[in-house]
């Protein structure tokens, strides 16, 4: 597919006359032209509205399954009952919705915080906006990395290529200069630029080639499809249970059949799993909205998943371990004399003129281009000739921006007398580029190159015309929090590996300083030197590597995978995307990443720290947790309502609850899984743990003891109760039905906050973790109590729900029954309900 060669702008779209480059449109333009063109997009956020997920809830089947409830109520005549129903249908429908609207609100929040952005000037000055805010006639900043944001042509070009495969398919990038058209939606590879923006919208060649389309569903994650399957399972299992007691109901009890229908109809609705997707969505999402304030900005939910599985962390070094604010400390010329040379061929190296400065939307982004402006630029104490010769550097005739694979940077520069070009890079590179006269003696500049960076400064060789004119040696300080982050990741199981493209030498003085094995010390050379076997034994037992390109990160990487590892890799280059998408979780770089960069990782670290990635892993361990004790909590007490139902109707006996008992009952179960457990805080020994196993299924034997355990003991305390009152109530038929139901109820509604209570920690005992740590489940707590005596007191309420004020013997057997349940989770608890975390010692640094 053709797009447009050489000076042919878009078909049919001719850019717009506009404002001077250096100034472009004013805010005020700006806001016109949006109003006029419209926001610059082809495609259609999904929109979260609670009308429509209201819509959608009452469409489920279960919320159909409790409408045939109410509906089989009024056929039996009892409308009183009927209308309860439908009054609590409202409630739980409500308690969904919000549920449901909570989850995709968080998503969506997450994708409007990575939305993309566009540079652009407005007013003399570059800025960042979002990219649907760009207009015709704007001023677009393009360098390597970035996403164009809207049709334009190039005004200036440096060295400049865009991968155009979007729309082309073709995976070669496409060279462009001065006059040549930039389409929305490819992508910069290198070199930099400044596009006035032609077209925006469905006016662009990508947005006539799409139309307007509506945003794709976010896909589900593993969890999500593994939770939807799991629920479908356990699904058939409630309804195999809810037609089977009201038939042992019938047969053992003479359960009227219009008792035995709705029975079984509310026994289905209670006890089927299906809140189970909703549950991990709502962790995911409001998991990743809490790890978005801690600055680490999901951009897919499977990315949070599998924080909590994270077993090896594969980082750079700049930015990331040190601040990447490097200063200019040591300057050697190779020549007696020689700074004058050298400091001007640095500066020619920047590519910007000293009189005019940076000037709008060329700002020095690159901290090595900075630190060498606030050493040498105007105004610097070691500004090249004090004459006045920071001046006259000549002119700028176009530069030579960083390729990895080449390894240095620089300008071209013409004066009357000749024409320069200065680069700067790896010294070994800038060595490779010397002419036939290279300057000095190479192996003793490599000798000063190594006790440079022994000292752990980043080195830089200087050149002009093919002779090197010397080093330069910039200190990055390492991050004042870095060394205890990495102590803390290792001590949690977690392998760090350094991946750096600096000298060896370099690499080692950090490593050292932040605590990793530095006796081996691996370069990429030596890395293309060792058959695959070699590969994997190197991955495996070294944990610093230097002079690395991306694409050997990408093989570490895929090494480590294939080993069995979860692999997180930090990364901000366009050509670090590979291996970005290669990992389990790719992180991006927020301040120095590149867009295309930040589009391939799963997670963006918004301030470049490894402390934040180190705090990220442990929230997606804490989330995990959650997932987990609101899943076990959920399915235990499903357990104990079929349990509870069961025996029974195997021994006979009356049921503890009538269905519109039963339908209020799940009402709070699902309140207490939806939102008390997703809030909790993460238990003391998260991180002196190792990471937990990602092919160790959610359900362990460990998860259904406790589920089984807790839902049993449950069951157990609800029939000891509701048989003992009913036997101690004398009186009539119905007066000892309702002292029965009364009790069970009782005993039921507490029990469950006492089990929720028990569930909301996997390695201590609630009461060493303290109780009132969550205050959610405080709330729900204590309205699940008001709801419990307003049902057994109220006159009203009593003769809807069937239940009856206890008498003495009625609550000695229910506070016996729950005393019971207390001590029995004491007894039981710490071999089904918590386990331990290994201590520190006992997990072995990686």
């Known amino acids: 597919m053709a797009l447009g060669t050489g000076s042919s702008p878009p078909a049919g779209t001719p850019a717009p006359a506009g404002p001077p480059p250096e100034r472009g449109l004013t805010e005020r333009e700006a806001q016109e032209r949006l109003k006029r063109h419209g926001p610059n997009r082809t495609e259609v956020p999904r929109a979260v509205r609670f009308g429509a997920i209201f819509l959608e809830e009452i469409r489920e089947p279960m919320i159909l399954l409790l409408l045939a409830v109410a509906a089989a109520y009024s056929v039996f005549g009892e409308v009183g009952e009927a209308l309860t129903v439908l009054a609590i249908i409202a409630g739980i429908v409500l308690v969904e919705v919000w549920t449901e609207y909570r989850a995709k609100r968080a998503v969506a929040a997450l994708a409007a915080l990575s939305a993309p952005v566009a540079t652009v000037i407005r007013d003399g000055a570059a800025r960042q906006i979002p990219a649907e805010q760009v207009v015709p006639g704007d001023i677009l900043v393009l360098r390597a990395g970035m996403r164009i944001a809207a049709d334009g ?356 003085a950090i490593a050292g300083q932040i605590g990793l094995d530095t006796g081996r010390v691996l370069t990429g050379a030596d890395l293309d030197r060792l058959d695959p076997a070699g590969w994997d034994e190197a991955v495996r037992t070294v944990s610093v590597f230097a002079r690395i390109t991306p694409e050997h990160k990408l093989r570490i990487v895929e090494t480590l995978e294939r080993r069995g590892e979860v692999v997180a890799m930090t990364g901000d280059g366009v050509n670090d995307a590979p291996a970005l998408r290669a990992a389990d979780i790719g992180v991006a770089m927020g301040q120095g990443g590149t867009d295309v960069a930040r589009e391939a990782a799963g997670l963006v670290v918004t301030d470049d720290r490894f402390a934040t990635l180190v705090t990220a892993i442990r929230e997606g361990r804490t989330l995990f947790a959650n997932l987990q004790k609101a899943v076990r909590y959920y399915l235990a007490v499903k357990v104990a309502l079929i349990a509870a139902m069961l025996v029974p109707a195997a021994l006979g006996w009356a049921p503890p609850f009538p269905p519109i008992l039963i339908v209020l009952l799940e009402l709070f179960m699902d309140l207490a899984a939806s939102t008390a457990f997703v809030i909790e805080k993460p238990e003391g020994e998260l991180m002196e743990e190792p990471p937990r196993d990602p092919k160790r299924a959610l359900l362990d034997p460990l998860m259904v003891r406790g589920i089984l355990t807790g839902g049993l003991l449950l069951a157990a305390a609800v029939l000891t109760a509701a048989e003992g009152a009913a036997r101690r109530a004398g009186g009539d038929a119905a007066s000892t039905a309702s002292v029965r139901v009364s009790a069970a109820f009782v005993t039921w509604m507490l029990g469950h906050v006492i089990l929720a209570f028990a569930m909301r920690t996997l390695r201590l005992p609630p009461w060493r973790a303290g109780l009132f740590g969550n205050p959610v489940m405080s709330l729900w707590a204590a309205g699940v109590l008001a709801t419990g005596l307003a049902v057994t007191t109220l006159p009203a309420l009593r003769r809807t729900f069937g239940t009856a004020p206890l008498p003495p013997a009625g609550w000695a057997w229910t506070l016996g029954a729950l005393a019971g349940l207390v001590a029995a989770l004491g007894v039981i608890g710490p071999a089904a309900l918590w386990r331990p975390g290994p201590q520190a010692q006992a997990n072995p640094q990686r």
Not at 290 to 299: G, H, I, S, T
Not at 341 to 358: C, E, F, H, K
């Open 153 to 508: 042509i190039l005004l200036e070009a440096s060295d400049l290529a865009a991968d155009e495969s979007a729309l082309t398919g073709e995976s070669v990038p496409v060279e462009k200069a001065a006059a040549d058209p930039v389409f929305r939606g490819t992508a910069v590879v290198r070199g930099e630029g400044v596009a006035r923006v032609a077209a925006t919208g469905l006016e662009t060649e990508l947005g006539r080639i799409t139309g307007l389309t509506r945003a794709a569903r976010p896909p589900r994650t593993p969890l999500q499809k593994m939770m939807k399957a799991l629920s479908r399972t356990l699904a058939a299992v409630a309804l195999a249970f809810a037609v089977l007691i009201p038939l042992l109901l019938r047969r053992t009890s003479a359960l009227p059949w219009p008792q035995a229908v709705l029975t079984g109809l509310s026994l289905a609705f209670a006890t089927i799993p299906e809140e189970l997707p909703i549950l991990v969505t709502m962790v995911l999402g409001l998991g990743s909205l809490r790890l978005a304030r801690e600055r680490a900005l999901v951009r897919r939910l499977q990315a949070a998943e599998t924080l909590g599985h994270v077993t090896a962390i594969v980082t750079d070094k700049t930015g990331t371990l040190t601040e990447n604010r490097l200063r200019l400390v040591t300057v050697e010329p190779v020549a007696a004399g020689g700074e004058q040379l050298l400091a001007r061929a640095a500066l020619r190296s920047v590519g910007i003129d000293p009189s005019r400065g940076p000037g709008p939307g060329k700002e020095l982004s690159d901290p090595i281009d900075r630190a060498i402006w606030e050493a040498f630029g105007p105004g610097a104490a070691a500004a090249p000739g004090s004459d006045g010769a920071a001046g006259s550097l000549g002119m700028l005739v176009r530069r030579l921006p960083f390729h990895p694979e080449r390894g240095w940077s620089g300008a071209v520069w013409r004066t009357e007398e000749a024409e320069y070009q200065a680069v700067k890079g790896a010294p070994e590179a800038v060595l490779a580029l010397a002419g036939p006269d290279p300057g000095p003696d190479p192996g003793t500049l490599r000798r000063r190159v190594d006790a440079l960076a022994g000292a752990g400064h980043r080195v830089l060789a200087v050149a002009e015309n093919g002779r090197v004119l010397g080093l330069l040696a910039f200190a990055d300080p390492l991050r004042p929090e870095a060394a205890a982050a990495v102590r803390a990741v290792r001590r949690a199981g977690v392998r760090v590996v350094m991946a750096t493209g600096d000298h060896p030498a370099v690499a080692r």
